[in-house]
T-cell receptor, first 113, second 112 residues
Framework: NAGVTQTPKFQVLKTGQSMTLQCAQD?????MSWYRQDPGMGLRLIHY???????DQGEVPNGYNVSRSTTEDFPLRLLSAAPSQTSVYFC????????????FGSGTRLTVV | SQQGEEDPQALSIQEGENATMNCSYK?????LQWYRQNSGRGLVHLIL?????REKHSGRLRVTLDTSKKSSSLLITASRAADTASYFCAATGNSGYSTLTFGKGTMLLVSP
């Protein structure tokens, strides 16, 4: 049982480049979320999904896009990378959203130069 | 926002001692959850306490919730070096259960 799998683990981008952070879960969870973690800031919600085909914005959505074509996958797209997007990104999934615990991936450490 | 705020920001204790971390939140909640994050790793769900519960136990963990003070505490008894990690509280609001809002965390260092 793999849980939540994030790829890649590390990435360096140049300013202006685009890329997709991958997230997949094998627990048949309906709820999935993307967070970014910055020093001293805790985790901030970027986008979330309550099921295939349904997404919504979180606290810090600017510069990011998401889609949810299947229950398993929830990719996060950086449209035009900026140094302010240097962060650690976590994907998480849950069966009942905030009504039970979330399972987190191991994270993607992104540096934008 | 249901943001939790942990206190203290950092805590340093010896093995065998108890560690207590506190969390305050702003508005009414459905539940409050605690997570652990080891350095460089993802978060791990520890325990969930619902708004109609006052105390919950799981192994060496004890969580209390005081909805009148909008606060929660996490007690780790008989701490071990392996408990060294950051601990986060996260709240689910009463309207809309889709997401969690996290605090900034307490960094716990347990020395042998």
């Amino acid at each position: 049982n793999a849980g939540v799998t994030q790829t890649p683990k590390f990435q360096v981008l140049k300013t202006g480049q685009s890329m997709t952070l991958q997230c997949a879960q094998d627990m048949n969870h309906e709820y999935m979320s993307w967070y970014r973690q910055d020093p001293g800031m805790g985790l901030r919600l970027i986008h979330y999904s309550v099921g295939a085909g349904i997404t919504d914005q979180g606290e810090v959505p600017n510069g990011y896009n998401v889609s949810r074509s299947t229950t398993e996958d929830f990719p996060l797209r950086l449209l035009s990378a900026a140094p302010s997007q240097t962060s650690v990104y976590f994907c998480a999934s849950s069966r009942q959203g905030g009504l039970d615990g979330y399972t987190f991936g191991s994270g993607t450490r992104l540096t934008v130069v | 926002s249901q943001q939790g705020e942990e206190d203290p920001q950092a805590l340093s204790i010896q093995e065998g001692e108890n560690a207590t971390m506190n969390c305050s939140y702003k508005t009414s909640i459905n539940n409050l959850q605690w997570y652990r994050q080891n350095s460089g790793r993802g978060l791990v769900h520890l325990i969930l306490i619902r708004s109609n519960e006052r105390e919950k136990h799981s192994g060496r963990l004890r969580v209390t919730l005081d909805t009148s003070k909008k606060s929660s505490s996490l007690l780790i008894t008989a701490s071990r070096a392996a408990d060294t990690a950051s601990y986060f509280c996260a709240a689910t609001g009463n309207s809309g259960y889709s997401t969690l809002t996290f605090g900034k965390g307490t960094m716990l260092l347990v020395s042998p």
